[in-house]
């Protein structure tokens, strides 16, 4: 159940993206369980209070609050709003969640947090694989160690369609703010191809590689998919 539970947090905060209210859920989550939301309930008179707290603007919380209405998860009254159970709008889309394990200020930020959560549970199953000739016990004493070692990979798109994002650059982008807030390191992976005067005939020969390929003094090295370490 574990692992269904974090399997579907990871396909609600998919298909809120795709849908692009991921950023509404946050405010929904932000507001809900704010200290002046009593009971689930938001009263009018706070809402100058609450902007400061949260550092949005009057015009964006009006804003959020009349499109959650639209949507069902707040019902607006004469005095302020009344939160829908949190549990509403999982079902809305299909998913049973029975605990929220990713929270976050803004999109990038619960992105980042709930991407470095998949790539470790992934990184392990790639650990598990290689190793599952090993003993149960050996898995478990060193299953956290290895992942400080730069033996396992996730590609950038694999990266990007995590949240239905479909550019491998956006997987890039994901990856580097990764890097920043410190969630994992990476270690770039290269192959040398060939030398620069052979460098025409290999792309002629792997028109493929093209923007795959880049030149280091007299050589030319493809890029390979980076090594992921977990903090």
């Not at 015009?59 to 009349?66: A, E, I, M, T, V």
Request: aromatic share 12%; proline share 1%.
């Amino acid at each position: 159940m574990q692992n269904n539970n974090f399997d579907n947090n990871i396909e609600f905060i998919k298909r809120l993206n795709s849908e692009t209210k991921l950023t509404l859920w946050i405010l929904f989550d932000r507001l809900k369980y704010h200290k002046l939301t009593v009971g689930g309930f938001l009263p009018k008179k706070y809402y100058s209070t609450v902007c400061k707290s949260l550092n949005i603007s009057d015009s964006k919380l009006r804003k959020g609050l009349s499109a959650m209405a639209k949507l069902g998860w707040v019902n607006k009254t004469y005095t302020g709003y009344q939160f829908q159970s949190w549990r509403l709008i999982p079902e809305l889309y299909d998913v049973e969640i029975k605990k929220l394990i990713f929270k976050g200020e803004n999109k990038a930020d619960l992105i980042n947090k709930a991407t470095a959560k998949y790539v470790k549970k992934n990184l392990l199953k790639q650990f598990y694989t290689v190793n599952k000739k090993m003993t149960d016990n050996w898995l478990t004493n060193n299953a956290e160690a290895k992942l400080q070692e730069s033996d396992y990979t996730l590609s950038v798109r694999h990266i990007a369609s995590i949240f239905g994002f479909k550019s491998a650059m956006t997987g890039s982008r994901i990856e580097k703010r990764m890097v920043k807030k410190k969630l994992i390191k990476i270690e770039r992976q290269q192959q040398e191809v060939c030398l620069v005067k052979d460098l025409h005939s290999f792309h002629k020969a792997n028109p493929e590689l093209w923007h795959h390929t880049f030149i280091k003094g007299n050589r030319v090295y493809r890029r390979l998919t980076n090594n992921l370490i977990v903090n």
